[in-house]
């Protein structure tokens, strides 16, 4: 399937921007304050597109609008390659044509969640969601496992000549997407693109999911790979080593995730399974050794992102189907809004050696939202399907 091609391509970049940016920045003399600043633009800017995605894929179509966003990553590659001068870097993250975090946080995003519910059905929505997500995390895996097989093609303004690359793939890729992705005539004359009848419920969702983010952020795998160099002295290798490892350990994981679902449902997977990640991501903070904190990273990533395609197939559940793609946009811009602020809390954190209170944070907010969730969300029905 092309969605789900594209996918992998676009995070397989996203896995080796994540490793080389922070550092390829620091290298060229970018302060760490600056770069967390830089991130939380970025992440700033793609929260603020993906709240305009359900209305952008609403007028324009959704390959259009997927087309337009895969040539800003074209431009944004280019950019990134031939300069490290900082407004020029402010004015391409205010663009969003990268993610600092190493996941997927771009404004294609929702437009391709909503196209897979509609091609997927109520039946294999959670197969799709899984498959996808699965993809994009193995894909990240190989991004971030490139530094470390071939640095001599990808370190450094490589990296950033290869996204461009990856970006004129994507073009095509989505070239080749059928007609049937497209919103009905019914479902954008309803919506436009809006939220009306779900309105309230993704209101909820979205606040709670805000909080999550908000928490991710402060330990975006951009920061986690500078935090790693500089509070155990890791070379880029060793985090891409560990990068792969831990995307890979998501990307496996996915695969049980439409099993647990049906078997305990969709709001107890999300919530179980996200709740013991975040006490491992908590104890990061107090490794003592580079061995133990990747270790801990890895066990964590084996729990933490099955919650991914059960969230977004809980929402697509949540809503009407013409109003899923304003609800996709909608969750993916208050994620990206949210957890824009924590990279330059992270950066401030790092200037000033406070290592280890961004694992304390995120695993004490993440844990705290999986209770506000299931408390929230447990007796709520599902109307559209599950």
Do not use: C
Not at 175 to 193: F, M, Q, T, Y
Not at 235 to 251: E, I, S, W
Request: no cysteine; aromatic share 8%; charged share 10%.
């Amino acid at each position: 399937m092309y969605i789900i091609g594209a996918a992998a391509l676009r995070n397989f970049g996203y896995g080796l921007i994540s490793v080389e940016i922070a550092l390829y920045w620091r290298a060229h003399g970018v302060p760490a304050l600056m770069i967390g600043v830089l991130f939380t633009i970025a992440l700033l800017a793609s929260g603020a597109l993906s709240a305009l995605a359900g209305r952008l894929s609403a007028h324009f179509g959704r390959r259009r609008s997927l087309r337009l966003m895969s040539l800003a990553i074209v431009l944004g590659g280019t950019a990134l390659a031939l300069s490290t001068w900082w407004p020029l870097l402010a004015l391409m993250s205010l663009l969003a044509t990268f993610s600092p975090t190493g996941k997927d946080v771009a404004a294609i995003l929702p437009i391709e969640q909503a196209a897979l519910a509609q091609i997927g059905g109520t039946s294999r929505r959670m197969t799709l969601y899984a498959r996808y997500n699965m993809t994009a995390a193995l894909a990240g895996a190989l991004g971030a496992l490139a530094v470390v097989a071939v640095p001599v093609a990808v370190q450094g303004a490589r990296a950033f000549w290869l996204y461009a690359v990856i970006g004129v793939a994507l073009l095509w890729l989505y070239s080749r997407l059928s007609p049937a992705v497209e919103e009905e005539r019914g479902e954008r004359g309803a919506s436009s693109g809006r939220l009306v009848k779900s309105r309230r419920v993704v209101l909820r969702l979205t606040a709670l999911f805000g909080v999550d983010a908000l928490a991710g952020g402060l330990v975006a795998q951009g920061i986690a790979a500078l935090w790693l160099h500089e509070r155990f002295g890791a070379a880029a290798g060793a985090v891409g080593l560990l990068f792969f490892a831990t995307n890979l350990a998501m990307a496996v994981s996915q695969l049980a995730a439409p099993w647990l679902a049906r078997r305990f449902g969709l709001l107890n997977t999300m919530v179980f399974t996200h709740l013991p990640s975040n006490i491992l991501l908590l104890l990061v903070a107090f490794a003592p050794n580079f061995t133990v904190a990747a270790a801990l990273l890895v066990l964590r990533s084996l729990l933490s992102q099955l919650d991914v395609p059960t969230r977004q197939a809980y929402t697509m559940a949540l809503v009407s189907p013409e109003e899923r793609g304003a609800a996709a946009g909608t969750t993916a811009a208050v994620r990206g809004v949210a957890s824009a602020v924590s990279p330059a809390v992270t950066g401030i954190a790092l200037a000033v050696a406070a290592f280890g209170l961004p694992f304390i944070l995120a695993g004490s907010l993440k844990s705290l939202y999986d209770l506000a969730l299931y408390g929230m969300f447990r007796g709520v029905p599902i109307e559209h399907g599950e």
